[in-house]
């Protein structure tokens, strides 16, 4: 039933008051200062989306880098990632307008106190990506190669750390015209111009070279991707088609990991043991949907602070990229007021209550039990060592149950 509403029309100037008042109501928000402490990356095309998609019109007004990177800073988010054409119209991509453009972008993340993390190459939105990066036509493969060595000169002016790759286009819409492993081969020789690119730029600068992360998603932009995930990837990586793999790691994302079904923490664990968790975009969504890029722990938060449980206690200290899409309800001013300072905040939240999880006393003392095991039965007699363990094990629901008790704010009750 629909309840009457007694609140009286607001008027359209009221409106970003009302929005901002209510957001304080909510409380729980950090500082710029303590939210600059954390690898916390603001993407420029995330917050510069203006809520277009295939049945989108836009619902927000364009905005350049100069507004992304002064609001973020007034946030505290100190470190912006983008893609070359973000900020750089394609037919100016390697010319002089390049850099133009790009002392422009030092200038403002100078004077803003922000630094440039990651640099990636776009290489799924324009037409001349139609057949993916790594298409039959050799003039489509050396652009490709010329976009991605373009893409580490952008870096290393701007002082990034990482460069992410996300072959969006690298897949096809109808099986067979594709030859899948030569379309691979031809993928790993555009990773390997900018590896060696890389190292050369890193020995004329005397600097280190960049890390070099691939990003998985099942699908979309294309039907059928053909590094869909990224244990795909870290596949790919050991395979010997790259000429650097050591340079090579991933950037998993959580919603495209969850996308395709699987647990996110435990992609996350396969590739921290294999040495690969360089980068993580980080937001949330639904498995088995499209892209729906909703900010960090709105839908899943208490499968974040497991994921986080799990990157804490590996020491993980790469960047988090908050490569999510604040909602085509969102205004231009929501974006900056409403949709970042909470997806930050969330996280901040998150990523503490992770800590106070791993040094829970109930936690411990069952996580310490279980590892223990149970007394009295060696050997070869399963019935016996099943029962030796039988009543420890209820232990592995009490984990759980404590989990959710922490993310309430503990041992929460209602009077009744
Ligand atoms: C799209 C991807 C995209 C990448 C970006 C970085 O689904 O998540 O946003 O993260 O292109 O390479
Ligand atoms: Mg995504
Ligand atoms: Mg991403």
Redesign the pocket.
């Known amino acids: 039933m629909l309840v009457p509403t007694t609140m009286k029309p607001v008027p359209q100037n009221q409106q970003q008051s009302l929005v901002e008042r209510l957001t304080k109501a909510c409380g729980g928000s950090y500082s710029p200062e303590t939210r600059r402490k954390y690898f916390i990356t603001g993407?420029q095309?995330a917050a510069a989306y203006q809520g277009q998609a295939l049945f989108h019109a836009p619902t927000r007004a364009a905005i350049g880098y100069e507004d992304v990177i002064r609001e973020y800073a007034k946030i505290g988010i100190g470190y912006w990632s983008t893609?070359d054409t973000d900020v750089i119209p394609t037919a100016a991509l390697g010319k002089d307008g390049q850099h133009e453009i790009v002392a422009g972008i030092k200038k403002s993340l100078a004077e803003h106190g922000l630094k440039c993390s990651m640099v990636?190459t776009?290489t799924?939105h324009h037409a001349v990506w139609a057949a993916s990066p790594a298409a039959e036509s050799p003039n489509v493969r050396d652009y490709a190669a010329f976009r991605v060595k373009n893409t580490v000169d952008i870096g290393y002016e701007l002082g990034a750390e990482f460069a992410?790759?996300?072959p969006?286009s690298l897949g096809y819409y109808v099986q067979g015209a594709v030859e899948e492993t030569q379309t691979l081969k031809w993928y790993a020789e555009t990773l390997n111009a900018a590896c060696e690119h890389d190292i050369e730029m890193g020995r004329k600068h005397d600097r280190p070279t960049l890390k070099h992360c691939m990003?998985a998603?099942p699908f979309?932009p294309q039907a059928e991707i053909l590094l869909p995930t990224s244990d795909a990837m870290l596949a790919f990586i050991g395979s010997g088609l790259l000429t650097h793999p050591e340079m090579v790691g991933l950037?998993p994302?959580y919603l495209?990991e969850l996308m395709w079904g699987a647990a996110p923490r435990a992609v996350l664990a396969r590739a921290l043991l294999a040495g690969k968790l360089w980068h993580f975009?980080i937001n949330d969504g639904y498995r088995l949907k499209h892209?729906v890029?909703i900010a960090v722990g709105l839908v899943n938060p208490l499968d974040w602070l497991n994921v986080l449980m799990l990157l804490r206690s590996h020491g993980y200290n790469g960047p988090f990229n908050l490569?999510y899409k604040p909602p085509r309800t969102t205004s231009n001013h929501g974006v900056f007021a409403v949709s970042f300072p909470t997806a930050v905040d969330r996280f901040i939240t998150l990523w503490e209550m992770a800590g106070e999880a791993l040094a829970d006393p109930i936690i411990n003392e069952a996580s310490e039990a279980l590892k223990a095991g149970g007394e009295g039965a060696h050997g070869n007699d399963a019935d016996a060592i099943a029962a030796s363990n039988a009543e420890l094990l209820s232990l592995h629901e009490l984990i759980a149950h404590r989990l959710v008790q922490i993310l309430w704010g503990t041992g929460r009750t209602y009077s009744v």
Request: proline share 5%; hydrophobic share 20%; charged share 45%.
């Open positions: 993407p095309w893609h990636t776009e799924f992410v790759y996300w969006g990003e998603k979309e950037n994302e495209h975009d892209d890029d490569d």
